[in-house]
């Protein structure tokens, strides 16, 4: 980068097949395995361990277990407090999604290219968001048409709504439900992508700051370097709560499904 | 106006929207931080409105950050 580059910071997010591939194809799909397949499996793999090693049950927890359980713990309240005693059924799922959207942000943050391995963050594409949110939200439909059937239809008109105002109100409620899955998917993308683009960014200002000579070096590059290391702190903070927001509107929304209103 | 030019003042307007959102997620986290501090033993029952409160406000900023990226990137 003698040349001081275009700074490129959405190449990171570039899908590539790792091995395999170009004849890997399904009713014209390209099924290749590539590196965002790569680190689902991996943090998939990680969560395995992580809840494999806290199986033990001893009576007086070790380390990995207490940290097995808090995870657990947390999300067995969240789910009592929003949904209530009918929300029991429903934490294996919501912790599934919490951790594995937890570990994806967080593995795809770790600094692993200094090693020649690009982390890469699978929740930085809508694909793979959309698609978890379309799961909670297919078990949100399930869910309230097979309790109650097409009374369903009720969560759309609030309680106490007067008459006339029915065929106002019941639109407004009914695209604010279909857009869910849009917004929960949205959410988690773009709160990733951003980040990582951000950093990107601010690394871009680095090394061409330092490569056009010393003193931009100095005025430019420490600086944005400080900022860099100070917006990864904040990136760990956002990549867990974007996962607990995930789950905390996947739990509300089981509660509609639940409770209607 | 060349059509390129015009795509990136787009961009840039488009990022009002986030600063826009900053306004709202500050408002959410101060207006909780206020009430939290006078009534400390009510707070932690409403950490979890608390979120939704900033997943909405946050929601909006960064559909301002989307449709940047779409003008720079796709448009």
């Known amino acids: 980068m003698a040349e001081s580059g275009k700074i490129d910071p959405m190449h990171q997010f570039a899908i590539e097949p790792l ?36 199986l033990k049950r001893q009576l007086v927890p070790g380390r990995w277990q207490m940290a097995v359980e808090f995870f657990t713990g947390f999300i067995d309240k969240l789910m009592l407090e929003n949904v209530g005693a009918a929300g029991k059924k429903y934490v294996p799922y919501v912790f599934s999604l919490f951790m594995f959207i ?31 949110a379309i799961i909670s939200f297919s078990i949100v439909l399930m869910v309230g048409f097979w309790k109650h059937g097409l009374h369903f239809f009720s969560l759309f008109v609030p309680h106490g709504t007067p008459l006339p105002m029915i065929p106002v109100i019941f639109p407004i409620e009914l695209v604010s439900f279909l857009v869910r899955p849009f917004s929960l998917g949205l959410r988690l993308f773009v709160a990733m992508t951003a980040g990582h683009v951000l950093l990107k ?28 290391v100070g917006i990864s ?15 905390l509107l996947t739990s509300l929304y089981i509660n509609d499904a639940e409770h209607l209103h | 106006m060349d059509a390129e030019a015009a795509k990136l003042i787009g961009a840039g307007l488009a990022a009002i929207g986030a600063g826009m959102a900053a306004l709202g997620v500050g408002n959410v986290f ?9 009534n400390p033993s ?15 406000a946050e929601l909006l900023g960064l559909l301002a950050f989307v449709v940047s990226m779409i003008l720079i990137f796709v448009a």
């Open chain 1, 201 to 228: 960014v601010l690394a871009g200002f680095v090394i061409n700051s330092t490569n056009a000579g010393a003193g931009y070096g100095v005025l430019v590059g420490v600086p944005s370097f400080v900022l860099m």
């Open chain 1, 102 to 132: 937890l570990l994806a942000n967080l593995l795809g943050l770790l600094p692993l290219g200094i090693v020649g391995v690009h982390p890469f963050t699978f929740t930085s594409h809508f694909t793979v968001t959309g698609v978890l």
């Open chain 1, 233 to 247: 702190a904040l990136e760990m903070l956002v990549a867990v709560i974007q996962a607990y927001v995930f789950a």
């Open chain 2, 42 to 56: 009510a707070a932690d029952g409403q950490q979890g409105r608390l979120f939704i409160g900033f997943a909405a």
């Open chain 1, 19 to 54: 091995f395999g591939t170009d004849h890997w194809s399904i009713g014209g799909f390209n099924i290749a395995f590539t590196n965002s397949a790569a680190w689902m499996l991996l943090s998939a793999v990680v969560l395995w361990i992580f809840v494999a090693g806290g």
């Open chain 2, 30 to 38: 101060g207006s909780f931080l206020e009430s939290a501090l006078r």
